[in-house]
């Protein structure tokens, strides 16, 4: 989990896939909405390779976690530099900052589902 964070923090994709499982299902939760649903690491690589133009710069830090079975809650600390203009108003340099929790499934040794909420 923390090779996949990292990985995220260095945009590196390749990374972030090493430790998925091959039917991983990823989901952006925001507001108790699901906004965003991916299955698979070629329907992920996709969506990682879009995202990474998102942000200039961006960084996931581990404020705390708990482990039960194949199960990982993590808090997270976001912070991210806009590199385009966002719907929200957000205008490239602006700096986002959230709190949120990340939810890591495992099998097989590998990440097989990430819940990203916010």
């Known amino acids: 989990m ?3 964070i990292e990985a995220y923090n260095r945009f590196d994709v390749d990374g972030m896939l090493r430790h998925l499982h091959e039917n991983v299902v990823f989901r952006n939760i925001s507001g108790g909405e699901v906004n965003l649903t991916t299955t698979g690491k070629e329907s992920f690589r ?26 990982m809650e993590v808090l997270i600390d976001y912070t991210g530099v806009a590199a385009i203009e966002f719907p929200n108003g957000l205008k490239p340099g602006d700096t986002l900052q ?16 990430i819940d990203d909420i916010s």
Do not use: C, M, P
């Open 2 to 4: 923390q090779d996949y």
């Open 46 to 71: 996709h969506q990682a390779e879009q995202a990474r133009q998102y942000f200039s710069q961006r960084e996931q830090r581990v404020t705390n976690w708990q482990v039960a079975d194949h199960r």
């Open 98 to 113: 959230l709190q949120g929790k990340t939810v890591f499934q495992f099998a097989d040794g590998l990440i097989s589902s």
